[in-house]
């Protein structure tokens, strides 16, 4: 199993970027897939999830509104549009999967629930 994630960078504030998250490897399927970030010093902080069917997506609070997350099962893919970026959104972000062995509505947000991590992307908000 392999994710790849991708379409970090550098941008101004008030910027977007796109980052993708192609997933490979798997036979049937994750059950949700999520993303994260870790800015230096911090822990590792739930961002959003969505089930790989594409329902109840989740969001922190403090990307509610901005970010939006999907996905194209056609191209085994996850996308974490980010909109209004601001410098505290500067991190690596790394997209998840789980195969769901306990409730998706309890624990979508642990970094302990994912199965398979891909290797992070630096997103840079900065003036």
């Given amino acids: 199993v392999q994710l790849q994630a991708s379409g970090g960078g ?6 977007s970027l796109r980052l993708s998250c192609a997933i490979s490897g798997f036979t049937s399927g994750a059950h949700a897939m999520g993303w994260f970030r ?12 969505i089930t790989w069917s594409g329902g109840s997506p989740y969001y922190a609070d403090s990307v509610k509104g901005r970010f939006t ?3 194209d099962k056609a191209k085994n893919t996850v996308y974490l549009q980010m909109n209004s970026l601001k410098p505290e959104d500067t991190a690596v972000y790394y997209c998840a999967a789980s195969l769901g062995r306990t409730p998706y509505s309890d624990n979508y947000y642990l970094p302990t629930w994912y199965d398979y991590w891909g290797r992070g992307t630096q997103v840079t908000v900065s003036s």
């Fill in 10 to 15: 550098s941008v101004q504030p008030g910027g």
């Fill in 38 to 49: 870790q800015a230096p010093g911090k822990e590792r902080e739930f961002v959003a999830a």
């Fill in 69 to 71: 997350i999907s996905r």
